[in-house]
């Protein structure tokens, strides 16, 4: 086995991918795989960050853990990107790749936003989910909004969520009747690919009273005055305003040439971009899927298989089929699950199943899988 793979990013996509190529080829897998956080953090774990209730430490996994047979895990900041000699450079090193896959996924842009940086709060990176834990408890009575800034966004059920996630919190502690909540989406429903989960949301909002603002975005906010501008010209009063920020893709891809209008595109059947050997996987890429982990997951999944079998010469790979099941946070410990396929068949599928304790521990057993799928021998 001597094709040299050199992964960029180890989120859910470049993980799963490592993993994947780990157990089709073993020790001699010869994979390098590339990131400069010290660990992987899951996206809803920021949920147990902003409430205070797990660490970092308890929830980010070591990326020093990695012990898959023939992954080498580099500890470093990719710096630039030439797709056409498949040459990447870090702040450490050089590597030149066979097949190189970019697994980079979105960065925010906090500063676009009028207003934002000043007098908002996210709970989308770790920084700003630790930010948040210690504002909340002081956040007693007023108006919160929580506010889409623009698309695309990951994971579209977050902000309903964390709106569903605060009202518990914020009742727990005696203060839920002094608060008015409102989440504001670009959408007419909550989760537009699952008509069964968003009449469950807001079947959920209309109960808990708390307001969906429908088919707006945040456009920017007014710290002095505690107002947030609306697209259509209208305003609301906040305040406490959590923002969904602006999402990008690193600076490193932007100057690689590897976007157009804003994220790479990729071949919709085995996410091969424009540029020979060169793939890639997730949040960083325009395919036609929401921007979530079990995207970019499933995304890995089909470049493994594609690869795999155009290296021995055998099998037929399946297509990317834009499938993954999307755990939703109702708050009470009950989690929903919706099971989307965007691409096997001739319209979107994404049926839904109701909130439940039994929901809940299936999502803890999908983190516990992963960890040690991605991590372990
Ligand atoms: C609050 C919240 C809740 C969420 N809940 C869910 C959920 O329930 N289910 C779900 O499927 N998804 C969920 N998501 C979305 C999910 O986290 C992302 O869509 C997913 O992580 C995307 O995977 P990825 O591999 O494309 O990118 P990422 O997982 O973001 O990985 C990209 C990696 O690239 C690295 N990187 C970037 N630039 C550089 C550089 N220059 N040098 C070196 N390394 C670099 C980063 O450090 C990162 O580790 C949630 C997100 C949020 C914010």
Request: proline share 7%; hydrophobic share 40%; charged share 20%.
């Amino acid at each position: 086995m001597s094709t040299k793979f050199v992964i960029l990013g180890a989120g859910f996509g470049g993980l799963e991918l490592s993993a994947r190529l780990s157990a089709a080829f073993g020790a001699d897998a010869n994979v390098t795989l590339i990131d400069k956080n010290e660990g992987f953090v899951f996206g809803f774990s920021k949920f147990e960050l902003m409430f205070g209730r797990q660490t970092l430490e308890q929830v980010r996994s070591s990326y020093r853990e990695i012990a898959k047979p023939g992954v080498t895990f580099r500890p470093e900041s990719i710096t630039s990107i030439d797709p056409v000699s498949r040459r990447v450079v870090t702040n450490k090193s050089t590597y030149d790749a066979d097949v190189l896959v970019v697994a980079l996924g979105a960065e925010y842009d906090m500063d676009v936003t009028p207003g934002f940086k000043e007098g908002g709060y996210e709970f989308y990176s770790v920084d700003g989910a630790i930010r948040l834990r210690d504002v909340l408890p002081n956040f007693t009575k007023g108006s919160l909004i929580i506010g889409v800034l623009g698309e695309p966004f990951k994971c579209p059920p977050a902000p309903c969520e964390a709106a569903m996630l605060l009202d518990e919190w914020f009742t727990e502690r005696g203060v839920r009747k002094d608060i008015q909540m409102s989440v504001v989406s670009p959408w007419g429903i909550p989760v537009p690919a699952s008509p069964s989960a968003s009449k469950a949301i807001l079947e959920r909002f209309a109960e808990r009273d708390i307001t969906f603002v429908r088919d707006q975005v945040v456009t920017g906010i007014d710290p002095a005055k505690k107002v947030a501008q609306l697209r259509d010209g209208s305003t609301m009063p906040y305040d406490l305003f959590l923002g969904i920020p602006i999402h990008r893709v690193p600076a490193v891809v932007q100057a690689s040439g590897l976007a157009v209008n804003g994220w790479i595109p990729v071949n919709k059947s085995n996410l091969a971009t424009q540029f020979p050997d060169v793939y890639a996987v997730g949040d960083v890429t325009s395919a036609p899927v929401p921007k979530a982990g079990v995207f970019a997951e499933s995304a890995a999944r089909a470049v493994g298989e594609h690869l795999v079998a155009t290296i021995r010469g055998e099998g037929t790979p399946t297509p990317y089929d834009g499938a993954g099941s999307c755990y939703i946070e109702f708050g009470e410990h009950r989690v929903g699950r919706v099971d989307a396929d965007f691409l096997t068949g001739p319209s979107v599928t994404a049926p839904f199943t109701d909130p439940s304790l039994e929901g809940a521990a299936q999502k803890n057993e999908f983190g516990a899988f992963r960890r040690q799928w991605w991590f372990k021998a």
